[in-house]
């Protein structure tokens, strides 16, 4: 079973739409990443939560970590085909970094 | 600055045959990780280095499986013999002070087929 359950597994838009992605355990984190992998390359860190309720903006990106600090999700405004890509959350485990098994995210033009 | 690189980026063998992939980290990184990606299993960390010393190498499949990292600028991860199932696509991550911090830095990747 994965520690990190993230839905929708996969996820086809139009340019211009909006998304969310999820990012759901049983277990308590001290801090939550998301990584973002194109083809052919491997995951790039996009932001790092740390606080219970904390929200972060990048750009048209907006990450939230839940109160509990179980959850967090990802959403995107107005995507554009920039954004086509592997979504993966990944936590410490111990010392370890466990990965969600990612949202495959696609912008049609 | 260079970025962790992983050579080859990919790889086609014959089951049976012995494989070895190599990874050198960023400068300064003192840890290591090498994981596994399919499309069955998603991102899965095979073993762990730190200030070159092997801390974790649980999730290392099977005895067929070794890694080495004689010192802080380069690492191999061994296949042998490797098998079909062995296929997927091998990242070598580097960061400093380990899980601590958090960010992992990684190679492109060695796409690895065993037919």
């Known amino acids: 079973t994965q520690l990190l359950e993230q839905s929708p597994q996969f996820l086809s838009i139009q340019e211009g739409e909006n998304l969310t992605v999820y990012c759901n355990s049983s277990?308590?984190?001290?801090?939550l990443q998301w990584y973002r992998q194109e083809p052919g390359e491997g995951p790039v860190l996009l932001v790092t939560?740390?606080?219970?309720?904390e929200v972060k903006k990048l750009k048209r990106l907006t990450f939230q970590f839940g109160d509990a600090r179980k959850d967090s999700s990802l959403h995107i405004t107005a995507a554009q085909p920039g954004d086509t890509g592997l979504y993966l959350c990944?936590?410490?485990?111990?010392?370890?970094?466990?990965f969600g098994a990612g949202t495959t995210v696609t912008v049609r033009a | 600055d260079a970025g962790v690189i992983q050579s080859p980026r990919h790889e086609v063998t014959e089951m049976g045959q012995e494989v070895t992939l190599r990874c050198k980290p960023i400068?300064?990184?003192?840890?290591l990780f090498w994981y596994r990606q399919t499309m069955m299993r998603g991102l899965e960390l095979l073993i762990y280095?730190?200030?070159?010393?092997?801390?974790?190498d649980s999730g290392m499949p099977e005895d067929r499986f070794s890694a080495k990292m004689p010192n802080a600028s380069f690492s191999t991860l061994k296949i042998q013999p490797s098998e079909p199932r062995d296929s997927a696509v091998y990242f070598c991550?580097?960061?400093?002070?380990?899980?601590?911090?958090?960010?992992?830095?990684f190679g492109e990747g060695s796409r690895l087929t065993v037919l």
């Open positions: 991550a580097s960061s400093f002070n380990g899980g601590d911090t958090g960010e992992l830095f």
């Open positions: 277990s308590v984190f001290s801090s």
């Open positions: 939560v740390v606080t219970g309720g």
């Open positions: 990944a936590a410490l485990n111990d010392y370890k970094l466990s």
């Open positions: 400068s300064g990184h003192n840890s």
């Open positions: 280095f730190n200030n070159n010393v092997p801390i974790d």
